[in-house]
């Protein structure tokens, strides 16, 4: 079950993305609760839940007036391969059409270069003219990604 995500529930989110096995190099390694909660007041995000236990997670946040950015999209690696990572990138991209957005933005680490595929597959492209402006200042730059909202 996917449900939506606010602050409150950040030690969730975090548990997941921490869970995801992010390469130590990525700042998602040094990412905190409260960066989380931040991150989620500014915009939202959901969690799916299997049981009691939050397996995925997603958030998302207004980046100017036209762009939605998708970012902390993690599974548990128990629950990969089950179509949730499609499951919360489309929960995302319904809040981009219902709050009008032209498009959906996201950044991927270069130490995580290999997921990049998955979001081409969704229609995400890589726009090595688009900037991320959450971009962490010690980190590689990121890849960033853009799909339009229809």
Same mark, same amino acid.
């Given at each position: 079950?996917?449900?939506?995500?606010?602050?409150?529930?950040?030690?969730?989110?975090?548990?997941?993305?921490?869970?995801?096995?992010?390469?130590?190099?990525?700042?998602?390694?040094?990412? @905190?609760?409260?960066?989380?909660?931040?991150?989620? /007041?500014?915009?939202?995000?959901?969690?799916?839940?299997?049981?009691?236990?939050?397996?995925?997670?997603?958030?998302?946040?207004?980046?100017?007036?036209?762009?939605?950015? =998708?970012?902390?999209?993690?599974?548990?690696?128990?629950?990969?391969?089950?179509?949730?990572? =499609?499951?919360?990138? @489309?929960?995302?991209?319904?809040?981009?059409?219902?709050?009008?957005?032209? @498009? =959906?933005?996201?950044?991927?680490?270069?130490?995580?270069? /290999?997921?990049?595929?998955?979001?081409? @597959?969704?229609?995400?492209?890589?726009?090595?003219?688009?900037v991320y402006a959450h971009a962490h200042p010690q980190s590689p730059p990121p890849v960033v990604l853009v799909?339009?909202?229809?």
């Amino acid at each position: 079950m996917i449900r939506p995500a606010g602050p409150a529930d950040a030690p969730a989110f975090h548990a997941v993305m921490m869970a995801a096995g992010m390469n130590p190099r990525s700042s998602w390694s040094r990412t @905190r609760v409260e960066d989380v909660a931040w991150s989620l /007041e500014q915009g939202g995000g959901f969690l799916a839940w299997r049981g009691a236990e939050a397996v995925g997670c997603v958030g998302w946040r207004p980046d100017g007036p036209d762009t939605l950015t =998708l970012n902390k999209l993690a599974t548990r690696p128990e629950a990969r391969g089950q179509g949730l990572g =499609l499951a919360l990138v @489309r929960a995302v991209e319904e809040v981009a059409a219902r709050d009008g957005s032209a @498009r =959906l933005l996201l950044a991927v680490s270069q130490h995580n270069l /290999e997921v990049i595929p998955f979001y081409e @597959r969704l229609g995400y492209r890589v726009d090595e003219g688009a900037v991320y402006a959450h971009a962490h200042p010690q980190s590689p730059p990121p890849v960033v990604l853009v799909k339009a909202v229809r």
